[in-house]
C-alpha cells in the first residue's frame, strides 16, 4: 500500500524527470532528413560546415555552411532537444550558396547539415562540437 510520503516522493520524482531537457532520438533526426528531401537518396560529401572544434560555450556557437549549387541547406543538431536549427533557400541572384549564423548546442554533439541541389540531387555533411559549458540548459 502507498503512503502519502510514496506518492509525494514518486509524484516529485516523475517532475523532476520531465524537466530534464532531452536529446533528439536518431529517428527525429532521420525523420526531419526524410521530410526534407522527400524519402530521396542522401550522398555524403559536397557540404562543408565550418565550425569551431572546441565550442567554450554553448549558447553562441558560430557556424559557417556552404554546398556549390545548393539552392537549399538545412542544418540539425543532433544532440539538442528539438533538432531542427534553420533552411536557408538560395535564389538564382544569389552569389553564393552559403550561410553562417550562430546556434545553441547542449553538449557535444555533431552539426548536420543536408544539401538539396539544383539538380534535384542532396548532399549530406556532418561535422562534430565539443561544447564546454552547454547552451541549452547544461
Not at 532520438?25 to 530521396?40: M, N, P, R
Not at 540539425?76 to 538564382?92: D, H, K, M, S
Not at 547542449?106 to 564546454?132: C, H, M, N, P, Y
Amino acid at each position: 500500500m502507498l503512503t502519502r510520503r510514496d506518492t509525494m516522493a514518486l509524484g516529485l520524482g516523475v517532475a523532476a524527470v520531465a524537466m530534464v531537457p532531452g536529446v533528439a532520438s536518431a529517428s527525429a533526426i532521420e525523420d526531419a532528413i526524410s521530410a526534407f528531401t522527400g524519402g530521396a537518396a542522401v550522398t555524403d560529401g559536397g557540404v562543408t560546415i565550418n565550425a569551431p572544434e572546441i565550442a567554450e560555450n554553448g549558447n553562441t556557437v558560430p557556424i559557417e555552411v556552404e554546398a556549390a549549387g545548393a539552392v537549399s541547406i538545412m542544418m540539425l543538431a543532433a544532440g539538442n532537444p528539438t533538432p531542427g536549427v534553420a533552411t536557408f533557400n538560395f535564389g538564382e541572384g544569389a552569389g553564393t550558396s552559403r550561410a553562417a549564423t550562430r546556434i545553441r548546442l547542449g553538449g557535444t554533439q555533431d552539426v548536420i547539415a543536408i544539401a538539396r541541389l539544383a539538380d534535384g540531387s542532396f548532399a549530406r555533411g556532418a561535422v562534430e562540437v565539443k561544447v564546454t559549458i552547454g547552451g541549452c540548459g547544461g
